[in-house]
């Protein structure tokens, strides 16, 4: 009988905790919402914020798994108010299997993957590929190209990488020991550019990797006919979108790489911290857990885009993703390229005219996108970077994580200070960046 009566106390004092740890964690939730409510009429706007629009923010106070409390806070769009601005309403739900209280998060939790199959959609149709489930998301563009890099190089496995390869591709290789072969070509030189790896791929690689875009110099790379030699020669392509995604014509379809890896915050225009990989081939998982689907087995699933996603997605940033796509769809991605082909002409052919200030522009207009770098005589690149914050103009300086751009082009080893646009800039922006520039180059030539 005591051995009974113990227990029965200690299984009530094990309740009572559970009640008042629900009641604490209750507690901290409605503590968030009200700051919430407090900060967010700040950021009003006469258009839905991209980052709160049909956003849910899931909480599991436990585990990944889904076991415990769980709280959903779901931000819902609500009438316009007497500004004339979306009014928006934080709406609680929450469960516990443990406490009893009834699971009422169902709604949220089917919201969340609603939205996830839409954003999935948009971007299979965006980019024209054959299936949603090819689509799968990723931390950023880095985390993507990993996953198509290690799936398909093996290590000390031989690889031909262009001439203008960011870090995110260099690195992965070098830690595998592969044997890299740079199809090396001058800026802004098509032709050449396929010549070289025309004659890279006879030396039978396991793969290719091309970005599609410069980083640092905004050359469009001719991905088209890349993919063709590749597909000839039945080797895989790893195509790096991060400067082309949302600006670019990118048709997954007809270039059939392996992979095409892109950010989420850069021409899609949705938060940083998202990104997206379209699968064309078997893919090996980088990160292995729970995916909410075959759970009885231990390995991963063998199907997309289970396979890759473990663990809780970022859904908040799903839904800025989901909305910048929704941006660049109605935009049209050649009308935000027109623009910031134009923006970048009037920004190149300024710099020609500023005395000891040296400018990256094609003569074609065509194979340059909306980056541009440039240097100025006795300056290092920092230097002119952080004057230029001085007068409220942001700009990238050094070497912009592509030590073999600044090795093909001859920049090296200071790199370059880089102007890049988007669909928001305007003309009188390049104005003033230029008559900023003006007066910081003719200080250093009085100096």
């Known amino acids: 009988m005591a051995d009974v009566a113990a227990k029965t106390a200690k299984s009530d004092i094990t309740k009572r905790s ?11 939730v409605f503590f968030v919402v009200a700051l919430l409510c407090a900060v967010l009429p700040t950021c009003a706007t006469g258009e839905e914020p991209a980052l709160f629009r049909a956003s849910l923010m899931y909480n599991d106070t436990t585990n990944a798994a889904g076991s415990g409390v769980k709280v959903a806070l779901m931000l819902v769009p609500q009438n316009k ?32 993957d609603e939205l996830l199959f839409r954003c999935r ?6 980019f024209s590929v054959p299936s949603s489930e090819q689509v799968v998301f990723t931390m950023n563009a880095t985390h993507g190209l990993n996953i198509a890099i290690k799936s398909l190089v093996r290590p000390c496995g031989r690889v031909v990488v262009s001439g203008y390869e960011h870090n995110a591709v260099t690195r992965p290789l070098h830690a595998l020991g592969a044997e890299v072969i740079v199809a090396a070509a001058p800026l802004f030189s098509p032709q050449e550019t396929v010549e070289a790896f025309e004659r890279a791929l006879a030396h039978e690689p396991d793969a290719v990797i091309c970005t599609h875009v410069s980083n640092v110099f905004g050359a469009i790379l001719p991905i088209e006919r890349i993919a063709q030699l590749c597909r000839g020669a039945s080797v895989p392509l790893i195509i790096d979108a991060s400067q082309s995604a949302g600006s670019l014509p990118i048709d997954f379809s007809a270039l059939a790489p392996a992979f095409l890896a892109m950010p989420g915050h850069k021409g899609l225009y949705g938060p940083q911290g998202t990104g ?24 991963m699933p063998d199907f997309l885009p289970d396979r890759l996603e473990a663990g809780t997605h970022n859904v908040p940033g799903i839904a800025g993703l989901e909305a910048g796509i929704a941006f660049v769809r109605a935009q049209r991605p050649e009308r935000i390229l027109h623009h ?11 710099l020609g005219k500023i005395p000891n200030v040296h400018g990256f522009l094609s003569l074609e207009a065509s ?12 300056l290092s690149p920092e230097s002119v970077a952080e004057e230029m914050a001085k007068r409220g103009i942001a700009l990238r300086a050094g070497l912009h994580c592509a030590p073999f751009a600044h090795k093909t082009v001859g920049t090296l080893p200071d790199g370059t200070v880089r102007l890049s646009v988007s669909a928001f800039n305007r003309e009188s922006e390049i104005d003033t960046f230029l008559s900023s520039l003006r007066a910081i180059a003719a200080g250093q030539a009085k100096n």
């Not at 004339?84 to 009834?102: C, I, K, M, P, T």
């Not at 997206?276 to 390995?299: F, H, M, V």
């Not at 910031?340 to 300024?350: F, H, K, T």
């Open 81 to 112: 108010n007497d500004d004339g601005y979306n009014a928006y309403q934080f709406v609680l739900h929450y469960d516990s299997e443990r406490l009893g209280y009834g699971a009422i998060s169902a709604t949220g939790a089917q919201q969340a």
């Open 18 to 28: 559970d009640v008042l740890r629900f009641a604490g964690k209750l507690l901290s």
């Open 121 to 126: 959609s948009a971007a299979a149709e965006l």
């Open 340 to 350: 910031s082909r134009a923006l970048i002409r009037r920004a190149g052919e300024g």
């Open 367 to 378: 194979l340059q996108a909306g980056v541009l770098s440039f240097t100025v005589d006795g």
């Open 276 to 299: 997206l990989l379209l699968c064309g081939s078997d893919a090996l998982p980088l990160i292995e857990g729970g995916t909410g689907s075959e759970s009885l087995r231990q390995s």
